[in-house]
Nanobody, 120 residues
Framework: VRVMDSGGGLVQSGGSLRLSCTAS????????VRWYRQAPGKEERELVA???????????DYIGSAKGRFTISKGSAENIMHLQMNDLTAEDTGVYYC???????????WGQGTQVTVSS
């Protein structure tokens, strides 16, 4: 049970990126999905967005400056989730990690991280 992050890159301020979290060996139904950012020079990872269930009836929540700019969505397959990030600023720069936790399985998985760099 693992997840893989992808989709990061270098973008100019005001631009957009779509991150992906791909599950291997399971689907996101019954799993909470969270996105964290680790800013340069900081040890802690801060929560930026989550959805309570990657399957049906999930409720999305966005933290701080992510509100109104970031959107979590399902991918083309049940093992893919996306984080659409719009109107990016330099403060959004960091390594983004997908984290999933299964309500029944209790599996807790982290992606390897994907680098997002926003140039001003």
């Amino acid at each position: 049970v693992r997840v893989m992050d992808s989709g990061g890159g270098l973008v100019q301020s005001g631009g957009s990126l779509r991150l992906s979290c791909t599950a291997s060996g399971f689907t996101f139904s019954g799993y909470r999905v969270r996105w964290y950012r680790q800013a340069p020079g900081k040890e802690e990872r801060e929560l930026v967005a989550q959805i309570t269930n990657g399957g049906a009836n999930g409720v999305a929540d966005y933290i701080g400056s992510a509100k109104g700019r970031f959107t979590i969505s399902k991918g083309s397959a049940e093992n893919i989730m996306h984080l659409q990030m719009n109107d990016l600023t330099a403060e959004d720069t960091g390594v983004y990690y997908c984290n999933t936790w299964g309500y029944i399985t209790n599996y807790d998985s982290w992606g390897q991280g994907t680098q997002v760099t926003v140039s001003s």
